[in-house]
């Protein structure tokens, strides 16, 4: 997969996140964005998107921006604590999106990713809270990255893009993962493998907190479901913030 990497403000090419989707077999581009000059970084990010025609389009922070602002037609955006409200014009996104936020971002507010979707009329299922800072840096929240580029790359409709109401759309869940579906996480706290029930009937993005059987410490739990209803689980621990 091809995919236009937009970094963010103060950033360089060949960082964390893009040579993470490097290291997993995707041809990444990765221009040099000016960090004074917006106007400049959007014509690059232009010049670079229609020289390659990448499948996704990822922009990280600024680089967030720098993709709303950009004009790449129905290529699908993964967009990491966009500050677009910070750069360009932009208040809304395409429908082919997947927004990831750290609840913790110190710089960006989780709260304008929500603006975003709300703006956008996406429903809460496109935005996944993920990480514990504004890097999002982090193994989890680079899975939840590496995740969200293949699944709307691959060209498979989201489950909140098909069309079919509510009713339709929990009879289809059903169909796809019964209740008595599992999955495996790995504690943070003492490594073990724990062993959770799915229920894609309660949203195909589904973020709770559940204390470990073995060592009682707290975990997010997050569960992510494609097309097919295959599911994706990954768990950080739970940050003490009082």
Same mark, same amino acid.
């Given at each position: 997969m091809k995919i236009l990497f937009l970094h963010g403000w103060g950033s360089v090419?060949?960082?964390?996140?893009?040579?993470?989707?490097?290291?997993y077999g995707h041809r990444? $581009?990765?221009?040099?964005?000016?960090?004074?000059d917006f106007q400049l970084a959007v014509s690059t990010a232009q010049q670079q998107y229609e020289l390659q025609q990448p499948d996704v389009v990822v922009g990280s922070s600024r680089g967030g921006a720098v993709a709303l602002n950009i004009n790449s037609g129905d290529t699908p955006l993964v967009?990491?604590?966009?500050?677009?409200?910070?750069?360009?014009? $932009?208040s809304?996104?395409? +429908?082919?999106t997947i927004i990831l936020h750290s609840r913790q971002d110190d710089i960006i507010p989780f709260e304008n990713s929500e603006e975003l979707i709300?703006? +956008?009329?996406?429903?809460?299922?496109?935005?996944?809270?993920?990480?514990?800072?504004?890097?999002?840096?982090?193994?989890? +929240?680079?899975?939840?990255?590496?995740?969200?580029?293949?699944?709307?790359?691959?060209?498979?409709a989201?489950?909140?893009?098909?069309?079919?109401?509510s009713n339709e759309l929990r009879e289809a869940s059903s169909r796809s993962t019964s209740s008595e579906a599992e999955a495996v996480y790995i504690c943070d706290s003492c490594g073990e493998e724990?062993?959770?029930?799915?229920?894609?009937?309660?949203?195909?993005?589904?973020?709770?907190?559940?204390?470990?059987?073995?060592c009682c410490n707290p975990n997010v739990i997050h569960v992510g479901f494609d097309e097919s209803g295959n599911a994706r689980v990954w768990s950080e621990p739970e940050q003490d913030h009082d």
């Open positions: 090419p060949g960082g964390v996140k893009p040579t993470y989707l490097v290291n990444v $581009i990765n221009p040099k964005l000016d960090d004074n967009l990491l604590c966009p500050a677009w409200k910070r750069w360009g014009n $932009i809304k996104t395409k +429908s082919k709300s703006n +956008s009329d996406l429903p809460e299922d496109a935005l996944i809270e993920v990480g514990s800072d504004h890097r999002l840096a982090d193994e989890n +929240s680079l899975a939840v990255m590496l995740w969200a580029c293949e699944i709307l790359g691959s060209g498979r989201l489950p909140w893009l098909e069309d079919r109401d724990i062993v959770i029930p799915l229920d894609l009937s309660e949203g195909s993005s589904q973020t709770y907190v559940e204390d470990c059987p073995v």
